[in-house]
Nanobody, 114 residues
């Protein structure tokens, strides 16, 4: 089970940090990711992190502004979002890829006002 938090309303140029807490005993071997879905658009990839290695991948649209990280002690992955733009407005979903299975969080709404 994945539970996201941290969404909200922020002005353009502001920051938010999203959290995704996993109830699974261990995330070793998993790739954790963030996706987003704006109104009327398809869900798109934002960022991912390989839990064990810490290696990260970002969508071009968020490179240099967003940072994905994880806390091994809390089984939690974060998405630090800086320099937010109105086009970042979306429901953000946490995703866990365990190889043979995956899981999605319920989503958290981020609204960036201009």
């Amino acid at each position: 089970q994945l539970v996201e938090s941290g969404g909200g309303l922020v002005q353009a140029g502001g920051s938010l940090r999203l959290s995704c807490a996993a109830s699974r005993r261990t995330l070793s071997g998993a790739t954790m990711g963030w996706f987003r879905q704006a109104p009327g658009k398809e869900r798109e990839f934002v960022a991912s992190i390989v839990w064990s290695a810490g290696s990260t991948v970002y969508a071009d649209s968020v490179k240099g502004r967003f940072t994905i990280s994880r806390d091994n002690t809390k089984n939690t992955v974060y998405l630090q979002m800086n320099s937010l733009k109105p086009e970042d407005t979306a429901v953000y979903y946490c995703h866990a890829n365990f190889g043979l299975s995956d899981a999605w969080g319920q989503g958290t709404l981020v609204t960036v006002s201009s």
